[in-house]
């Protein structure tokens, strides 16, 4: 497993401890925020708990077909009974408490911090960070063996899915002898990876295909070892697409031979960008997403950037290339 192989006591004993939590994690959730708080979820419910999750932006379609995802409480305004019938706040895969875009509302709450971010600022009453982590979803599976919970399929397979997307279907480096032992783990307790394989890679809604094509033709290379691309609004309307079908994109240009850096620049609206930085080996990207207020792991980061996109874009090369040394 990861350098630390437990779940801490004091998280433990405080969990045990309240009656019911809101869960929230980043903005814009990807798979291994959305599995690890519908897996949470259930694994608070099997010790008596109760449990709501709160997302500010909406998930992206692929996780729909997930167990409880039609559930969860979207947008800015609190869940019913908030914040008085609740104990406490969960606060997954956040460096910093204001990555949820909800921190005004959860300082009315104690704070229970769980993520595997470097940089993470220890925000929370009670902090669990595992920087080895393969997935927040794993350091989840460790703490329902911490709680005595035996897992049923739809929590087994929400926390699979967190480790397939972290990993990038266990392709990157994060994946490490603890993500295959969790994998083998959460297969054995009734996750189907043919079916979180199928609703990952053979489940696009058209938007998101149509988006691609849109995205495709924005593509550069430089100098054969970093590229860059951009999704702009005029694009998101050409594709009759949402910022739910942007999951994934970057992996394209990721995936071309000799790239060893890659910057996707998503048009937020008519000033703000967000960069997503991907990078192989010992590129480090988070570097530069830190320099500019954001944060993530070594090959995977990203930031807000104000435009306009014909000034932001060189600039994110240059930073790119100089972290190619």
């Not at 929230?24 to 897996?39: E, K």
């Not at 997954?92 to 704070?111: Q, Y």
């Not at 989840?140 to 990038?168: F, H, K, N, P, W």
């Not at 997503?276 to 950037?305: C, F, W």
Request: charged letters at 20%; hydrophobic letters at 40%; one cysteine or more.
């Amino acid at each position: 497993m990861s350098a630390n192989t437990k779940a801490p006591e004091n998280l433990l004993k405080k969990l045990r401890s309240g009656h019911r939590y809101v869960i929230t994690s980043h903005i814009n959730p990807d798979g291994d925020a959305v599995g690890s708080s519908l897996g949470l979820v259930r694994i608070l419910r099997a010790i008596g708990k109760g449990a709501v999750i709160w997302s500010r932006d909406e998930p992206p379609k692929l996780y729909r077909a997930l167990a409880g995802s039609d559930r969860m409480h979207l947008g800015s305004e609190p869940p019913a009974g908030f914040p008085d019938s609740f104990d406490g706040a969960i606060v997954l895969e956040c460096p910093t408490l204001d990555r949820c875009g909800l921190e005004e509302h959860l300082s009315d709450l104690p704070v229970i911090n769980i993520d595997h971010h470097l940089g993470n600022e220890h925000y929370g009453e009670v902090n669990w960070v595992d920087t080895a982590a393969p997935s927040l979803g794993e350091m989840i599976y460790r703490l329902s063996q911490g709680l005595m919970v035996s897992l049923d399929q739809e929590t087994a397979t929400a926390l699979y899915l967190t480790l397939v997307t972290d990993t990038g279907g266990f392709r990157f480096a994060n994946s490490t002898p603890a993500a295959f032992a969790a994998a083998s783990a959460l297969v054995t307790e009734g996750a189907s990876p043919e079916q979180v394989a199928q609703w990952l890679y053979e489940s696009q809604p058209e938007s998101a295909v149509r988006l691609l094509g849109e995205m495709l033709q924005s593509l550069e290379i430089h100098d054969g070892r970093v590229a860059t691309a951009v999704v702009t609004l005029e694009m998101f309307d050409n594709a009759g697409a949402s910022p739910s079908d942007t999951e994934g994109l970057i992996d394209h240009p990721r995936s071309i031979a000799g790239v060893d850096a890659v910057a996707l620049i998503r048009q937020v609206d008519e000033k703000r960008f967000k960069v997503s930085l991907r990078s192989r080996g010992d590129i480090d990207v988070e570097k530069v997403a830190r320099q500019h207020g954001g944060g993530g792991h070594r090959n995977a980061a990203g930031y807000m950037a104000d435009g306009p996109i014909e000034d932001l874009r060189p600039k994110v090369l240059s930073e790119l290339q100089a972290a190619l040394g």
